[in-house]
């Protein structure tokens, strides 16, 4: 918060990492860089991923968790699409961290349907498949946000740049979760 903006940690300072003082009330991954960079840091803690994390953004999440707990919201704000959902569970399979999508259920889509692409037939698989997955899945709350949204996409043939929402939206800081 004292900061005011981003900064970059070269990987080699992770595995030395202790955290001393963080006071986000959310920390959210966040897909895309033109997002990140658009996103208040208002109450919240940011963290681009660049897509699909890798072994260091994993372990600089364990050590915020490690410090933060459970007395936080952890949010993922990605593409509403099928590879955004797949980073979305990978994120959550890898860390441990119960991870929730913002900006990413079937209201979102709804809200910003002008903006929506068609989906191309690998889409429509992937999708499918996600649904299978939530079937499963123990965090129902989870997996009921997530499959709604994956079936609207398929129902309407649509996917969303989160970009797109990003212009739109208020701050994160203002979520209520």
Avoid: W
Avoid at 23 to 41: K, P
């Amino acid at each position: 918060n004292e900061m005011n903006h981003y900064f970059v940690l070269p990987s080699s300072c992770i595995k030395d990492l202790k955290i001393k003082r963080m006071d986000a009330r959310q920390v959210m991954t966040v897909e895309n860089l033109t997002s990140f960079h658009d996103i208040s840091l208002k109450d919240a803690f940011f963290i681009f991923t660049n897509g699909f994390h890798n072994h260091v953004i994993e372990a600089f999440l364990e050590c915020v968790y490690d410090f933060l707990g459970e007395r936080v919201a952890y949010l993922h704000f990605g593409d509403i699409d099928a590879g955004g959902f797949y980073i979305l569970n990978h994120l959550r399979e890898k860390t441990g961290i119960r991870f929730k999508p913002v900006y990413m259920e079937k209201e979102i889509l709804e809200e910003f349907r002008a903006f929506t692409k068609p989906l191309a037939q690998s889409d429509r698989k992937r999708l499918e498949n996600l649904l299978e997955k939530y079937k499963d899945e123990d965090d129902r709350e989870y997996a009921e946000i997530c499959s709604e949204a994956v079936e609207y996409m398929l129902i309407n043939n649509c996917k969303l740049e989160q970009e797109a929402v990003m212009l739109q939206k208020p701050p994160v800081s203002e979520i209520k979760v």
